[in-house]
């Protein structure tokens, strides 16, 4: 089957330092990436949809110049938190769609950050 | 008022028994259905989707979907305890939309 894998699993940080996070489709080429954040008990929030070569496109009321994305290839896509403050801190899943159908979105396991 | 609304829970079920997770929705645009199980500390997995009303089975599990009156279930039959995880209904508009997620209900299959 799909596998996506994230890069780190955990991290913690100190406040104001930044946070990369690798999204990988491990055995098939995703055009389309999706980037969520989950609070405990809470359900997944979909923060920005990334496209390969281009732009992502973030959900209302998501800083783009605070969490920063690059679809550099269909294989990779990184979430970068600039400038991490304590409220930041949660979990953070990456998905990868092999096609255009909802069906064939594959999910990661998962970063959690952790910002001092 | 959300998309799509879950009980949270937790539900607590002995082994073996039927577990009945339910969603409601308010968007009369969405048409796909799916359920996800999410183990602690771990991404979602997709475990069944339904594109039209009425009941899909796979195995222990049957997706159920009513249209008219907005509401999706989720069946298992024979629970057990590796059962145990949270469970999270979405809907999509169209099958390229973006996954719209209920808040996940948790499930505790006991021995």
């Known amino acids: 089957g799909a596998v996506v894998s994230q890069h780190p699993s955990r991290v913690i940080c100190k406040s104001g330092t930044s946070v990369k996070i690798e999204c990988r489709s491990l055995?098939?080429?995703?055009?389309?990436m999706f980037w969520y954040r989950q609070f405990p008990k809470q359900s997944l929030m979909l923060m920005a949809t990334?496209?390969?070569?281009?732009?992502?496109?973030?959900e209302q009321g998501v800083e783009k110049d605070k969490f920063l994305i690059n679809h550099a290839s269909l294989t990779l896509s990184t979430l970068t938190v600039t400038s991490a403050h304590p409220e930041d801190s949660s979990f953070y899943i990456c998905?990868?769609?092999?096609?255009?159908?909802?069906?064939?979105?594959?999910f990661g396991p998962g970063t959690r950050l952790l910002v001092l | 008022q959300k998309e799509v609304e879950q009980d949270p829970g937790p539900l607590s079920v002995p082994e073996g028994a039927i577990v009945s997770l339910n969603c409601t929705y308010s968007?009369?645009?969405?048409?796909?259905f799916m359920w996800y199980r999410q183990y602690s500390r771990k991404g979602p997995e997709l475990l069944m989707y339904?594109?039209?009303?009425g009941n899909k089975e796979d195995g222990r599990f049957t997706a159920q979907v009513d249209k008219s009156s907005k509401y999706i279930s989720l069946f298992i039959r024979d629970s057990q305890p590796s059962d145990s995880a949270t469970y999270l209904c979405?809907?999509?508009?169209?099958?390229?939309?973006?996954?719209?997620f209920g808040t996940g209900t948790r499930l505790q299959v006991t021995l």
């Open positions: 998905s990868a769609r092999v096609d255009s159908r909802a069906e064939t979105q594959y």
């Open positions: 055995d098939f080429q995703a055009t389309t």
């Open positions: 990334s496209n390969e070569g281009s732009k992502a496109t973030y």
């Open positions: 968007n009369s645009a969405f048409q796909y």
């Open positions: 339904t594109y039209s009303s």
């Open positions: 979405a809907a999509v508009t169209g099958t390229a939309s973006k996954l719209t």
